[in-house]
Protein backbone atom coordinates (compact mmCIF):
# COMPACT_ATOMS: atom_id res chain seq x y z
CA UNK A 1 0.00 0.00 0.00
CA UNK A 2 1.23 3.51 -0.34
CA UNK A 3 1.04 6.10 1.90
CA UNK A 4 -0.67 8.79 -0.65
CA UNK A 5 -3.58 6.32 -1.04
CA UNK A 6 -3.89 5.59 2.32
CA UNK A 7 -6.13 7.52 5.04
CA UNK A 8 -2.95 7.81 8.45
CA UNK A 9 -4.56 10.64 9.52
CA UNK A 10 -1.75 11.26 11.78
CA UNK A 11 -1.39 14.35 14.38
CA UNK A 12 0.80 15.60 17.08
CA UNK A 13 -1.88 16.80 18.88
CA UNK A 14 -2.82 14.45 22.33
CA UNK A 15 -6.11 13.84 23.35
CA UNK A 16 -7.24 15.96 25.81
CA UNK A 17 -8.95 12.99 27.60
CA UNK A 18 -6.11 10.50 26.76
CA UNK A 19 -3.44 9.64 29.83
CA UNK A 20 -2.02 6.24 28.66
CA UNK A 21 0.46 5.40 26.06
CA UNK A 22 -2.15 3.05 23.80
CA UNK A 23 -4.67 5.62 23.99
CA UNK A 24 -2.55 8.79 22.67
CA UNK A 25 -0.93 6.55 19.90
CA UNK A 26 -3.79 5.21 18.99
CA UNK A 27 -5.08 7.75 17.88
CA UNK A 28 -1.94 10.40 17.36
CA UNK A 29 -1.00 7.39 15.02
CA UNK A 30 -4.53 6.79 13.16
CA UNK A 31 -5.32 3.54 14.22
CA UNK A 32 -8.73 4.91 15.89
CA UNK A 33 -10.93 7.99 15.83
CA UNK A 34 -13.01 8.97 19.02
CA UNK A 35 -16.60 9.26 18.31
CA UNK A 36 -18.52 10.02 22.06
CA UNK A 37 -17.86 8.55 25.39
CA UNK A 38 -16.09 4.80 24.85
CA UNK A 39 -17.00 4.57 21.70
CA UNK A 40 -14.64 4.53 18.57
CA UNK A 41 -14.15 4.18 14.40
CA UNK A 42 -11.17 1.85 13.29
CA UNK A 43 -9.56 3.98 10.48
CA UNK A 44 -7.79 1.41 7.97
CA UNK A 45 -4.62 0.81 10.29
CA UNK A 46 -6.64 -0.06 13.22
CA UNK A 47 -8.84 -2.31 11.38
CA UNK A 48 -5.92 -4.42 10.05
CA UNK A 49 -4.55 -4.88 13.67
CA UNK A 50 -8.28 -5.66 14.70
CA UNK A 51 -8.92 -7.98 12.12
CA UNK A 52 -5.34 -9.36 12.62
CA UNK A 53 -5.37 -10.29 16.21
CA UNK A 54 -9.22 -11.39 15.22
CA UNK A 55 -7.89 -13.82 12.86
CA UNK A 56 -5.19 -15.35 15.27
CA UNK A 57 -7.86 -15.99 17.62
CA UNK A 58 -9.98 -17.66 15.27
CA UNK A 59 -6.80 -20.28 13.92
CA UNK A 60 -6.53 -21.42 17.20
CA UNK A 61 -10.08 -21.48 18.12
CA UNK A 62 -10.97 -23.42 14.90
CA UNK A 63 -8.22 -25.68 15.99
CA UNK A 64 -9.17 -26.65 18.72
CA UNK A 65 -12.95 -27.72 17.28
CA UNK A 66 -14.79 -24.39 18.09
CA UNK A 67 -17.65 -23.69 16.04
CA UNK A 68 -17.83 -19.53 15.03
CA UNK A 69 -21.30 -18.39 14.86
CA UNK A 70 -22.66 -14.62 14.80
CA UNK A 71 -25.69 -14.24 17.24
CA UNK A 72 -27.98 -11.13 17.54
CA UNK A 73 -26.46 -7.60 19.30
CA UNK A 74 -30.02 -6.46 19.27
CA UNK A 75 -31.41 -8.93 22.35
CA UNK A 76 -35.24 -9.15 23.24
CA UNK A 77 -35.56 -8.69 26.96
CA UNK A 78 -37.64 -11.97 27.42
CA UNK A 79 -34.30 -14.15 27.03
CA UNK A 80 -32.77 -11.72 29.89
CA UNK A 81 -36.11 -11.84 31.68
CA UNK A 82 -36.24 -15.55 31.59
CA UNK A 83 -32.30 -15.88 33.29
CA UNK A 84 -33.15 -13.20 35.86
CA UNK A 85 -30.17 -10.93 34.69
CA UNK A 86 -32.98 -8.74 32.95
CA UNK A 87 -33.10 -6.60 36.92
CA UNK A 88 -30.17 -7.77 38.00
CA UNK A 89 -27.36 -6.80 35.64
CA UNK A 90 -27.54 -3.26 36.55
CA UNK A 91 -27.00 0.17 34.59
CA UNK A 92 -24.41 -1.06 32.29
CA UNK A 93 -27.12 -2.96 30.68
CA UNK A 94 -28.27 -0.65 27.70
CA UNK A 95 -32.44 -1.29 27.69
CA UNK A 96 -34.33 0.22 25.18
CA UNK A 97 -37.86 -0.30 23.68
CA UNK A 98 -38.56 -0.36 19.96
CA UNK A 99 -41.81 1.38 17.98
CA UNK A 100 -44.16 -1.18 19.36
CA UNK A 101 -43.01 -1.03 22.86
CA UNK A 102 -40.75 -3.91 23.27
CA UNK A 103 -37.95 -4.23 25.74
CA UNK A 104 -34.50 -4.83 24.27
CA UNK A 105 -31.02 -5.16 25.84
CA UNK A 106 -28.00 -4.37 23.53
CA UNK A 107 -26.12 -7.44 24.47
CA UNK A 108 -23.46 -7.14 27.02
CA UNK A 109 -22.65 -11.16 27.00
CA UNK A 110 -24.39 -13.56 25.29
CA UNK A 111 -24.74 -16.58 28.09
CA UNK A 112 -28.60 -16.44 27.53
CA UNK A 113 -29.30 -16.05 23.46
CA UNK A 114 -26.50 -18.83 23.23
CA UNK A 115 -28.08 -21.00 25.44
CA UNK A 116 -31.10 -20.27 23.55
CA UNK A 117 -29.57 -21.50 20.21
CA UNK A 118 -28.45 -24.75 21.78
CA UNK A 119 -31.20 -25.53 23.06
CA UNK A 120 -33.43 -25.11 20.12
CA UNK A 121 -31.06 -27.45 18.11
CA UNK A 122 -29.80 -29.74 20.59
CA UNK A 123 -32.04 -32.95 21.97
CA UNK A 124 -29.50 -35.41 22.94
CA UNK A 125 -26.49 -36.19 24.71
CA UNK A 126 -25.20 -37.38 21.02
CA UNK A 127 -24.19 -34.28 19.71
CA UNK A 128 -21.93 -33.07 22.51
CA UNK A 129 -19.27 -31.86 23.72
CA UNK A 130 -20.32 -28.44 21.54
CA UNK A 131 -18.07 -25.44 21.50
CA UNK A 132 -19.59 -22.29 20.02
CA UNK A 133 -18.49 -18.56 19.95
CA UNK A 134 -18.62 -15.42 18.00
CA UNK A 135 -16.48 -12.78 17.62
CA UNK A 136 -18.57 -9.31 17.70
CA UNK A 137 -20.12 -5.99 19.26
CA UNK A 138 -20.78 -5.61 23.00
CA UNK A 139 -21.84 -2.88 24.65
CA UNK A 140 -21.51 -2.10 28.36
CA UNK A 141 -22.84 1.60 29.49
CA UNK A 142 -19.80 1.81 31.90
CA UNK A 143 -20.08 4.07 34.39
CA UNK A 144 -16.07 5.32 33.66
CA UNK A 145 -15.44 4.39 30.47
CA UNK A 146 -11.83 5.65 29.67
CA UNK A 147 -8.15 4.71 28.20
CA UNK A 148 -9.28 4.34 24.74
CA UNK A 149 -9.92 1.16 23.56
CA UNK A 150 -9.31 -0.51 26.72
CA UNK A 151 -12.62 0.58 28.52
CA UNK A 152 -14.93 1.09 25.84
CA UNK A 153 -18.77 1.14 25.95
CA UNK A 154 -19.38 -0.39 22.23
CA UNK A 155 -16.15 -3.07 22.48
CA UNK A 156 -15.38 -6.11 20.21
CA UNK A 157 -15.35 -9.35 22.10
CA UNK A 158 -14.86 -13.00 21.21
CA UNK A 159 -16.97 -14.89 23.22
CA UNK A 160 -17.29 -18.81 23.63
CA UNK A 161 -19.81 -20.90 25.08
CA UNK A 162 -19.62 -24.88 25.46
CA UNK A 163 -22.03 -27.77 26.35
CA UNK A 164 -21.09 -30.56 27.83
CA UNK A 165 -23.25 -33.73 29.18
CA UNK A 166 -21.18 -34.18 32.66
CA UNK A 167 -19.04 -31.42 34.80
CA UNK A 168 -15.79 -33.74 33.83
CA UNK A 169 -16.51 -33.05 30.66
CA UNK A 170 -17.06 -29.03 31.28
CA UNK A 171 -13.89 -29.53 33.13
CA UNK A 172 -11.67 -30.79 30.46
CA UNK A 173 -12.84 -28.73 27.85
CA UNK A 174 -11.68 -25.71 30.43
CA UNK A 175 -8.39 -26.82 31.03
CA UNK A 176 -7.83 -27.30 26.90
CA UNK A 177 -9.31 -23.73 26.30
CA UNK A 178 -6.99 -22.73 29.21
CA UNK A 179 -4.34 -24.05 26.45
CA UNK A 180 -5.52 -23.06 23.66
CA UNK A 181 -5.41 -19.34 25.56
CA UNK A 182 -2.20 -19.26 25.98
CA UNK A 183 -1.03 -20.54 22.53
CA UNK A 184 -3.49 -17.30 21.38
CA UNK A 185 -1.47 -14.73 23.79
CA UNK A 186 2.04 -16.04 22.84
CA UNK A 187 1.19 -16.23 19.14
CA UNK A 188 0.09 -12.22 20.11
CA UNK A 189 3.70 -11.82 21.26
CA UNK A 190 2.48 -10.48 24.97
CA UNK A 191 3.80 -11.28 28.14
CA UNK A 192 1.12 -12.56 30.21
CA UNK A 193 -0.14 -14.47 33.15
CA UNK A 194 -2.97 -17.03 33.66
CA UNK A 195 -4.08 -16.18 37.18
CA UNK A 196 -7.19 -17.50 39.67
CA UNK A 197 -9.95 -15.23 39.41
CA UNK A 198 -12.95 -14.74 41.39
CA UNK A 199 -15.55 -17.27 41.40
CA UNK A 200 -17.83 -16.46 43.48
CA UNK A 201 -20.05 -19.17 44.40
CA UNK A 202 -18.30 -21.80 42.48
CA UNK A 203 -14.98 -21.64 44.17
CA UNK A 204 -11.60 -23.23 43.57
CA UNK A 205 -10.01 -23.24 40.19
CA UNK A 206 -13.49 -22.35 38.13
CA UNK A 207 -12.23 -19.33 36.81
CA UNK A 208 -9.15 -17.74 35.47
CA UNK A 209 -8.21 -14.68 34.10
CA UNK A 210 -5.13 -13.66 31.18
CA UNK A 211 -3.96 -10.88 31.95
CA UNK A 212 -0.65 -9.13 30.31
CA UNK A 213 1.45 -7.51 32.51
CA UNK A 214 1.38 -3.99 32.07
CA UNK A 215 2.02 -0.65 34.63
CA UNK A 216 -0.62 0.71 33.70
CA UNK A 217 -3.17 -1.90 34.25
CA UNK A 218 -5.92 -1.87 36.34
CA UNK A 219 -6.05 -5.32 37.76
CA UNK A 220 -3.78 -6.02 40.74
CA UNK A 221 -2.20 -9.64 40.83
CA UNK A 222 -0.70 -11.74 43.25
CA UNK A 223 2.32 -13.45 42.15
CA UNK A 224 5.05 -15.48 43.37
CA UNK A 225 8.73 -14.57 43.43
CA UNK A 226 9.56 -18.06 42.80
CA UNK A 227 6.87 -20.29 41.59
CA UNK A 228 4.18 -20.13 39.29
CA UNK A 229 1.26 -19.35 41.29
CA UNK A 230 -0.36 -16.45 40.26
CA UNK A 231 -3.93 -14.74 41.19
CA UNK A 232 -6.04 -11.56 41.49
CA UNK A 233 -5.72 -10.26 44.73
CA UNK A 234 -10.07 -11.03 44.67
CA UNK A 235 -8.84 -14.32 45.01
CA UNK A 236 -5.16 -14.63 46.03
CA UNK A 237 -4.87 -16.76 49.56
CA UNK A 238 -1.64 -17.42 51.18
CA UNK A 239 0.27 -18.90 53.80
CA UNK A 240 -0.86 -18.68 57.78
CA UNK A 241 0.60 -15.61 58.90
CA UNK A 242 2.45 -15.18 62.05
CA UNK A 243 3.46 -12.27 64.52
CA UNK A 244 6.91 -12.11 65.56
CA UNK A 245 6.17 -9.70 68.17
CA UNK A 246 4.83 -11.54 72.19
CA UNK A 247 1.17 -10.74 72.52
CA UNK A 248 -0.13 -8.47 74.89
CA UNK A 249 -1.24 -10.94 77.74
CA UNK A 250 -4.09 -9.38 79.45
CA UNK A 251 -7.75 -11.16 81.20
CA UNK A 252 -10.62 -9.99 80.10
CA UNK A 253 -11.30 -6.03 81.07
CA UNK A 254 -12.61 -2.70 79.36
CA UNK A 255 -10.46 -0.16 79.44
CA UNK A 256 -11.02 3.94 78.92
CA UNK A 257 -9.16 4.63 75.68
CA UNK A 258 -9.83 8.23 74.44
CA UNK A 259 -9.97 9.01 71.21
CA UNK A 260 -8.71 6.01 69.54
CA UNK A 261 -10.74 5.59 66.38
CA UNK A 262 -8.19 4.06 64.50
CA UNK A 263 -6.06 0.67 64.36
CA UNK A 264 -2.81 3.27 64.54
CA UNK A 265 -4.04 5.21 67.32
CA UNK A 266 -5.11 1.63 69.35
CA UNK A 267 -2.02 0.32 68.58
CA UNK A 268 0.37 3.53 70.15
CA UNK A 269 -2.03 3.77 73.10
CA UNK A 270 -1.12 -0.29 74.08
CA UNK A 271 2.11 -0.28 72.98
CA UNK A 272 0.86 -3.30 70.89
CA UNK A 273 1.35 -5.13 67.40
CA UNK A 274 -1.86 -4.15 65.33
CA UNK A 275 -1.69 -8.08 64.24
CA UNK A 276 -3.27 -8.52 68.00
CA UNK A 277 -6.25 -5.67 67.74
CA UNK A 278 -9.42 -6.18 65.86
CA UNK A 279 -10.20 -4.38 63.26
CA UNK A 280 -14.30 -4.27 62.57
CA UNK A 281 -15.69 -3.22 59.66
CA UNK A 282 -19.43 -2.06 58.93
CA UNK A 283 -20.85 -2.24 55.31
CA UNK A 284 -23.89 -2.49 53.41
CA UNK A 285 -24.62 -5.68 51.59
CA UNK A 286 -27.06 -4.76 48.36
CA UNK A 287 -29.25 -7.93 47.52
CA UNK A 288 -31.39 -8.48 44.45
CA UNK A 289 -34.72 -7.05 44.22
CA UNK A 290 -33.47 -3.45 46.17
CA UNK A 291 -32.94 -5.53 49.23
CA UNK A 292 -29.92 -4.65 51.78
CA UNK A 293 -28.44 -5.07 55.75
CA UNK A 294 -25.80 -4.00 57.27
CA UNK A 295 -22.94 -6.60 57.79
CA UNK A 296 -19.95 -6.03 60.33
CA UNK A 297 -16.92 -7.36 59.16
CA UNK A 298 -14.10 -8.82 61.72
CA UNK A 299 -10.49 -9.15 61.05
CA UNK A 300 -6.94 -8.45 62.57
CA UNK A 301 -5.92 -5.51 62.12
CA UNK A 302 -2.74 -5.91 60.60
CA UNK A 303 -5.16 -6.52 57.63
CA UNK A 304 -6.99 -5.07 55.12
CA UNK A 305 -10.60 -5.88 54.00
CA UNK A 306 -10.92 -7.61 50.26
CA UNK A 307 -14.42 -6.17 49.31
CA UNK A 308 -14.80 -8.89 46.82
CA UNK A 309 -14.26 -11.85 49.41
CA UNK A 310 -16.05 -10.05 51.81
CA UNK A 311 -18.82 -9.46 49.17
CA UNK A 312 -19.21 -13.18 48.28
CA UNK A 313 -18.88 -14.60 52.06
CA UNK A 314 -22.33 -12.93 52.77
CA UNK A 315 -23.43 -13.71 48.82
CA UNK A 316 -24.24 -9.90 48.09
CA UNK A 317 -24.13 -7.97 44.67
CA UNK A 318 -22.50 -5.04 45.99
CA UNK A 319 -21.00 -3.86 49.41
CA UNK A 320 -21.09 0.09 49.90
CA UNK A 321 -20.17 2.60 52.72
CA UNK A 322 -22.55 3.48 55.37
CA UNK A 323 -22.44 6.77 57.47
CA UNK A 324 -21.52 7.54 61.19
CA UNK A 325 -25.46 8.33 61.57
CA UNK A 326 -26.99 5.24 60.20
CA UNK A 327 -24.92 2.83 62.25
CA UNK A 328 -25.74 4.71 65.12
CA UNK A 329 -29.86 4.19 64.24
CA UNK A 330 -28.93 0.16 64.43
CA UNK A 331 -27.10 0.81 68.31
CA UNK A 332 -22.96 0.92 66.24
CA UNK A 333 -20.63 3.17 67.86
CA UNK A 334 -18.11 4.09 65.02
CA UNK A 335 -14.65 4.03 65.41
CA UNK A 336 -15.26 1.48 68.69
CA UNK A 337 -17.33 -1.06 67.10
CA UNK A 338 -16.88 -4.46 68.45
CA UNK A 339 -17.07 -8.35 67.09
CA UNK A 340 -18.16 -10.10 70.48
CA UNK A 341 -20.81 -6.99 71.24
CA UNK A 342 -23.22 -6.53 68.20
CA UNK A 343 -26.69 -5.31 68.06
CA UNK A 344 -29.47 -8.49 67.26
CA UNK A 345 -29.95 -9.15 63.82
CA UNK A 346 -26.67 -7.35 62.61
CA UNK A 347 -24.57 -10.40 60.60
CA UNK A 348 -21.03 -10.57 61.50
CA UNK A 349 -18.19 -12.29 59.31
CA UNK A 350 -15.03 -13.43 61.20
CA UNK A 351 -11.84 -13.54 58.96
CA UNK A 352 -10.17 -17.25 59.45
CA UNK A 353 -6.94 -15.40 60.96
CA UNK A 354 -9.20 -15.08 63.64
CA UNK A 355 -10.28 -18.65 64.38
CA UNK A 356 -8.99 -19.76 67.38
CA UNK A 357 -6.95 -16.69 67.92
CA UNK A 358 -6.39 -15.20 72.01
CA UNK A 359 -4.81 -12.31 73.58
CA UNK A 360 -6.85 -9.54 71.23
CA UNK A 361 -8.26 -6.13 72.07
CA UNK A 362 -11.22 -4.79 70.12
CA UNK A 363 -14.05 -2.42 70.49
CA UNK A 364 -16.56 -2.42 73.35
CA UNK A 365 -18.91 -0.47 71.38
CA UNK A 366 -19.43 2.49 73.66
CA UNK A 367 -17.65 5.45 73.10
CA UNK A 368 -13.93 5.80 74.23
CA UNK A 369 -14.01 1.91 75.19
CA UNK A 370 -12.00 -0.93 74.29
CA UNK A 371 -11.68 -4.50 75.20
CA UNK A 372 -8.90 -6.33 76.15
CA UNK A 373 -7.90 -10.22 76.88
CA UNK A 374 -10.45 -10.97 74.13
CA UNK A 375 -9.99 -14.99 73.75
CA UNK A 376 -11.80 -16.33 70.42
CA UNK A 377 -10.75 -20.16 71.53
CA UNK A 378 -13.69 -22.03 70.37
CA UNK A 379 -15.90 -19.05 69.70
CA UNK A 380 -18.64 -20.04 67.06
CA UNK A 381 -19.13 -17.73 64.45
CA UNK A 382 -18.91 -17.39 60.67
CA UNK A 383 -14.86 -17.67 59.92
CA UNK A 384 -14.66 -16.74 56.48
CA UNK A 385 -11.22 -15.84 54.28
CA UNK A 386 -11.92 -12.03 53.99
CA UNK A 387 -8.50 -10.39 53.65
CA UNK A 388 -6.31 -8.87 51.31
CA UNK A 389 -3.51 -10.87 50.59
CA UNK A 390 -0.30 -8.44 50.62
CA UNK A 391 2.83 -8.30 49.39
CA UNK A 392 5.60 -10.07 51.13
CA UNK A 393 3.28 -12.68 52.62
CA UNK A 394 3.96 -16.48 52.19
CA UNK A 395 3.28 -18.39 49.08
CA UNK A 396 1.27 -21.24 49.90
CA UNK A 397 2.60 -23.73 47.41
CA UNK A 398 6.66 -22.49 47.86
CA UNK A 399 6.99 -20.83 51.07
CA UNK A 400 8.59 -17.97 48.89
CA UNK A 401 7.39 -14.21 48.72
CA UNK A 402 4.40 -13.11 47.12
CA UNK A 403 4.35 -9.85 45.57
CA UNK A 404 1.93 -7.24 43.35
CA UNK A 405 1.69 -6.19 39.92
CA UNK A 406 -0.52 -5.02 37.68
CA UNK A 407 -2.24 -6.73 34.93
CA UNK A 408 -4.77 -5.88 32.03
CA UNK A 409 -7.65 -8.31 32.01
CA UNK A 410 -7.89 -9.79 28.17
CA UNK A 411 -9.57 -13.16 28.68
CA UNK A 412 -11.12 -14.70 31.28
CA UNK A 413 -12.61 -18.44 31.05
CA UNK A 414 -15.06 -19.42 33.38
CA UNK A 415 -16.95 -23.11 34.53
CA UNK A 416 -20.49 -21.61 34.46
CA UNK A 417 -22.12 -25.53 35.21
CA UNK A 418 -25.53 -25.38 35.17
CA UNK A 419 -26.21 -21.71 36.19
CA UNK A 420 -27.94 -20.72 32.86
CA UNK A 421 -29.55 -24.09 31.60
CA UNK A 422 -31.26 -24.52 34.42
CA UNK A 423 -33.56 -21.55 34.63
CA UNK A 424 -33.68 -21.10 30.74
CA UNK A 425 -34.75 -24.89 31.16
CA UNK A 426 -31.89 -25.77 28.34
CA UNK A 427 -31.91 -29.49 28.71
CA UNK A 428 -30.92 -32.90 26.70
CA UNK A 429 -31.62 -36.09 27.08
CA UNK A 430 -28.69 -38.52 28.88
CA UNK A 431 -27.74 -42.01 27.73
CA UNK A 432 -30.14 -42.77 30.38
CA UNK A 433 -32.88 -41.24 28.37
CA UNK A 434 -33.28 -38.85 31.28
CA UNK A 435 -33.87 -34.84 30.99
CA UNK A 436 -30.31 -33.11 32.40
CA UNK A 437 -29.70 -29.67 31.97
CA UNK A 438 -26.35 -29.05 30.32
CA UNK A 439 -23.34 -27.95 32.19
CA UNK A 440 -21.69 -25.01 30.54
CA UNK A 441 -17.91 -23.54 30.51
CA UNK A 442 -17.94 -20.06 28.93
CA UNK A 443 -14.78 -18.00 27.43
CA UNK A 444 -14.30 -14.24 26.84
CA UNK A 445 -11.28 -12.52 25.09
CA UNK A 446 -11.07 -8.57 24.95
CA UNK A 447 -10.26 -8.39 20.67
CA UNK A 448 -10.33 -4.65 21.15
CA UNK A 449 -8.98 -4.72 24.22
CA UNK A 450 -6.24 -6.39 23.06
CA UNK A 451 -4.98 -3.61 20.72
CA UNK A 452 -4.47 -1.10 23.71
CA UNK A 453 -2.77 -4.05 25.48
CA UNK A 454 -0.01 -4.40 22.65
CA UNK A 455 0.82 -0.94 22.63
CA UNK A 456 0.71 -0.80 26.78
CA UNK A 457 3.75 -3.31 26.63
CA UNK A 458 5.17 -2.08 23.44
CA UNK A 459 5.86 1.57 23.26
CA UNK A 460 8.58 3.84 23.99
CA UNK A 461 8.12 7.75 24.13
CA UNK A 462 8.15 8.06 20.34
CA UNK A 463 5.10 6.10 20.01
CA UNK A 464 3.62 1.99 18.72
CA UNK A 465 5.96 -1.15 18.07
CA UNK A 466 3.66 -3.62 17.45
CA UNK A 467 4.44 -7.42 17.34
CA UNK A 468 5.51 -9.42 14.53
CA UNK A 469 1.88 -10.98 14.23
CA UNK A 470 -0.40 -7.65 15.08
CA UNK A 471 1.52 -5.14 12.45
CA UNK A 472 -0.60 -3.35 10.13
CA UNK A 473 1.91 -3.81 8.03
CA UNK A 474 5.27 -6.01 8.03
CA UNK A 475 7.97 -3.12 6.29
CA UNK A 476 7.66 0.37 5.81
CA UNK A 477 9.90 1.87 2.58
CA UNK A 478 10.76 4.80 3.22
CA UNK A 479 11.42 7.35 0.45
CA UNK A 480 14.13 9.53 1.88
CA UNK A 481 14.24 12.41 -1.30
CA UNK A 482 10.98 12.37 -3.51
CA UNK A 483 12.83 14.22 -6.08
CA UNK A 484 15.73 11.80 -6.42
CA UNK A 485 14.50 9.73 -9.72
CA UNK A 486 16.75 6.95 -8.49
CA UNK A 487 15.10 6.50 -4.98
CA UNK A 488 11.85 6.46 -5.97
CA UNK A 489 12.81 3.83 -8.83
CA UNK A 490 14.61 1.36 -6.22
CA UNK A 491 11.83 1.98 -3.88
CA UNK A 492 9.07 1.09 -6.27
CA UNK A 493 10.77 -1.91 -7.41
CA UNK A 494 11.39 -3.40 -3.88
CA UNK A 495 8.09 -2.55 -3.48
CA UNK A 496 6.58 -4.84 -6.33
CA UNK A 497 8.98 -7.43 -5.62
CA UNK A 498 8.15 -8.30 -2.06
CA UNK A 499 3.87 -7.03 -2.61
CA UNK A 500 4.66 -10.45 -5.25
CA UNK A 501 6.03 -12.18 -2.81
CA UNK A 502 3.27 -12.06 -0.29
CA UNK A 503 4.93 -9.50 2.22
CA UNK A 504 2.86 -6.67 4.03
CA UNK A 505 4.59 -3.53 2.47
CA UNK A 506 3.95 0.15 2.98
CA UNK A 507 5.33 2.64 1.02
CA UNK A 508 6.24 6.08 2.07
CA UNK A 509 5.77 7.93 -1.18
CA UNK A 510 4.41 11.62 0.07
CA UNK A 511 5.74 14.48 -0.77
CA UNK A 512 7.29 15.26 2.84
CA UNK A 513 10.46 15.94 4.38
CA UNK A 514 12.58 12.77 5.81
CA UNK A 515 12.19 13.98 9.44
CA UNK A 516 8.86 14.32 9.14
CA UNK A 517 8.16 10.78 7.49
CA UNK A 518 10.49 9.18 9.96
CA UNK A 519 8.71 10.66 12.80
CA UNK A 520 5.48 8.84 11.09
CA UNK A 521 7.56 5.65 10.92
CA UNK A 522 7.78 5.96 14.53
CA UNK A 523 4.84 6.86 15.76
CA UNK A 524 3.02 4.05 13.59
CA UNK A 525 5.27 1.78 14.84
CA UNK A 526 6.00 -0.93 11.87
CA UNK A 527 8.28 -3.45 12.75
CA UNK A 528 10.54 -2.81 10.15
CA UNK A 529 11.70 0.20 8.00
CA UNK A 530 13.44 0.51 4.54
CA UNK A 531 15.27 4.01 4.35
CA UNK A 532 16.25 4.74 1.24
CA UNK A 533 18.00 7.76 1.31
CA UNK A 534 21.32 9.56 -0.67
CA UNK A 535 24.00 6.59 0.08
CA UNK A 536 22.16 4.92 -2.62
CA UNK A 537 24.57 6.62 -4.61
CA UNK A 538 26.81 4.26 -3.26
CA UNK A 539 24.87 1.51 -3.53
CA UNK A 540 23.89 1.40 0.14
CA UNK A 541 20.69 1.71 1.84
CA UNK A 542 19.30 1.53 5.59
CA UNK A 543 17.26 -0.96 8.13
CA UNK A 544 15.96 0.41 11.08
CA UNK A 545 14.39 -1.61 13.90
CA UNK A 546 11.79 0.05 15.69
CA UNK A 547 12.20 -1.91 18.29
CA UNK A 548 14.99 -0.30 19.72
CA UNK A 549 15.67 2.21 16.77
CA UNK A 550 18.55 0.21 15.36
CA UNK A 551 20.08 0.64 12.06
CA UNK A 552 22.02 -1.41 9.43
CA UNK A 553 23.60 -0.09 6.51
CA UNK A 554 22.81 -2.76 3.90
CA UNK A 555 24.04 -2.71 -0.37
CA UNK A 556 21.12 -2.69 -2.37
CA UNK A 557 21.86 -6.47 -3.62
CA UNK A 558 21.16 -7.95 -0.04
CA UNK A 559 17.65 -6.04 0.19
CA UNK A 560 15.37 -9.09 -0.90
CA UNK A 561 17.16 -11.50 0.86
CA UNK A 562 17.75 -9.29 4.06
CA UNK A 563 14.30 -8.39 4.34
CA UNK A 564 12.82 -11.41 3.63
CA UNK A 565 14.82 -13.19 5.88
CA UNK A 566 13.12 -10.44 8.73
CA UNK A 567 9.49 -10.76 8.17
CA UNK A 568 8.92 -13.98 8.63
P1 LIG B 1 -13.42 -5.82 33.52
O1 LIG B 1 -13.17 -6.49 34.85
O2 LIG B 1 -12.17 -5.30 32.88
O3 LIG B 1 -14.53 -4.84 33.55
P2 LIG B 1 -15.05 -8.06 32.89
O4 LIG B 1 -14.49 -9.06 33.83
O5 LIG B 1 -16.30 -7.37 33.23
O6 LIG B 1 -13.92 -6.95 32.55
P3 LIG B 1 -15.74 -10.16 31.04
O7 LIG B 1 -17.20 -10.18 31.26
O8 LIG B 1 -14.89 -11.20 31.65
O9 LIG B 1 -15.18 -8.70 31.43
O10 LIG B 1 -15.50 -10.03 29.46
C1 LIG B 1 -14.52 -10.75 28.72
C2 LIG B 1 -13.42 -9.84 28.24
O11 LIG B 1 -13.91 -8.69 27.54
C3 LIG B 1 -12.58 -9.25 29.35
O12 LIG B 1 -11.60 -10.18 29.78
C4 LIG B 1 -11.98 -8.02 28.71
O13 LIG B 1 -10.79 -8.35 28.03
C5 LIG B 1 -13.03 -7.59 27.70
N1 LIG B 1 -13.77 -6.41 28.18
C6 LIG B 1 -14.66 -6.36 29.19
N2 LIG B 1 -15.15 -5.12 29.34
C7 LIG B 1 -14.56 -4.36 28.38
C8 LIG B 1 -14.66 -2.98 27.99
N3 LIG B 1 -15.47 -2.14 28.63
N4 LIG B 1 -13.90 -2.55 26.95
C9 LIG B 1 -13.09 -3.38 26.29
N5 LIG B 1 -12.96 -4.69 26.60
C10 LIG B 1 -13.67 -5.18 27.63
MG1 LIG C 1 -13.79 -10.90 33.53
Not at 283 to 312: H, P, T, W, Y
Not at 321 to 346: F, K, Q, R
Not at 543 to 565: A, C, N, Y
Request: charged content about 25%; aromatic content about 10%.
Amino acid sequence: MRVTQLLIPTTKETPNDATLASHIFLIRAGYIQGVGSGLYNYLPLGKRVLDKVQNIVKEELNRANCQEVSLGFVTPASYWQESGRFDKYGKELLRFKDRKNNDFVLGPTHEEMMVNLVKQSVKSYKALPLNLYQVNLKFRDEIRPRFGLMRGREFLMKDGYSFHASKEDMQREFAYMEETYKKIFTRLGLDFRVVEADSGAIGGSGSKEFMVLAESGEDTIVVCEECEYAANIEAAIRAEKICEVEPPEAVYAKFYTPNTTTIDALSKFFHVDPFYLIKTVAKKALFDEGESKIVLFALRGSEELQEVKACNSVGANELVDISEEELAEVGLVAGYMSPTIVPEGIEIVFDTMLQDATNLICGANEVDYHLVGIDLKGYEANYQDIVAVQEGDTCVHCANKLRYTKGIEVGHIFQLGTQYSTPLGANFLNEHGKTQAFEMGTYGIGVSRILAAIIEQHHDDKGCIWTKETAPFALSIIISNIKDQAQVELANKIYQVLKEKGVEVLLDDRKERFGFKMKDFELIGIPLGLVIGKNLKDGLVEIVQRDGLSKETISVEDIIPKIMSQVW
